[in-house]
């Protein structure tokens, strides 16, 4: 049974590029969450999703930032337009979904904007 | 507002010592509370869950308490080895949410 696989994991990109990043979570977890580490700070929620569905994104930057889960493949964080300010690591975490269920965390995406 | 704090942000001790580890929260309207080991540059493992109808968890020589009433939890470790050298992670699951809030966590190194 895999755990939750995040790709790539490490990425760069140039200031004003796009960056996506991909989330696939535990089989027979249809939660998933989106969570950044800046740097020296720790996690901050940025986006709830079930499939095909926005459930919360109140951690999430009004711009230029997006998420989806669509009903078949990965979930998707996309930044648009990046800045040196988005440089951190971002992880996906999944769970079956009941309140109180544990959440599983993924290897994270390091993400550079050079 | 939730907000997690834990104490010491960083704490060294030699190898074998028990040692505890604090984690505070404002809110006692929770959940569950969650704690997690993350290694440098590596994801994050969890480690124990406690349900908030629940006062303890236990993992071979992690056990975890939690006093909801005072918004409270120790995370104890006892016979302390090398390899638990890491940055250990609060979190705390609010009521009437589906997120988890986070402390900003210990970072432990066990001396040999």
């Known amino acids: 049974n895999a755990g939750v696989m995040q790709n790539p994991r490490h990425l760069v990109r140039r200031r004003g590029q796009e960056a996506r990043l991909r989330c696939s979570p535990m089989k027979g977890h249809s939660h998933v969450y989106w969570y950044r580490q800046l740097p020296e700070e720790g996690l901050k929620f940025m986006v709830y999703l079930q499939k095909e569905n926005i459930i919360d994104e109140s951690g999430m930057p009004k711009e230029r930032f997006s998420a989806e889960f669509p009903k078949e493949g990965p979930s998707i964080l996309r930044i648009q337009q990046v800045v040196r300010g988005d440089s951190a690591a971002y992880f996906c975490a999944s769970s079956p979904g009941q309140r109180g269920a544990e959440a599983f965390f993924g290897q994270g995406t390091r993400l550079t904007v050079v | 507002k939730q907000e997690v704090t834990q104490i010491p942000a960083a704490l060294s001790v030699p190898e074998g010592e028990n040692l505890v580890l604090n984690c505070s929260f404002t809110?006692?309207?929770?959940?569950?509370l969650q704690w997690f080991r993350q290694d440098p540059g590596k994801g994050l493992t969890s480690l124990l869950l406690i349900q908030s109808s629940q006062r303890e968890q236990t993992s071979g020589r992690l056990n975890a308490s939690l006093d909801k009433s005072s918004g409270r939890s120790t995370l104890y470790i006892a016979a302390s080895q090398p390899g638990d050298s890491a940055t250990y992670l609060c979190?705390?699951?609010?009521?009437?949410?589906?997120?988890?809030?986070f402390g900003q966590g210990t970072r432990l190194t066990i001396n040999p």
């Open positions: 809110d006692s309207a929770i959940y569950n």
């Open positions: 979190a705390v699951t609010p009521q009437g949410a589906q997120k988890l809030v």
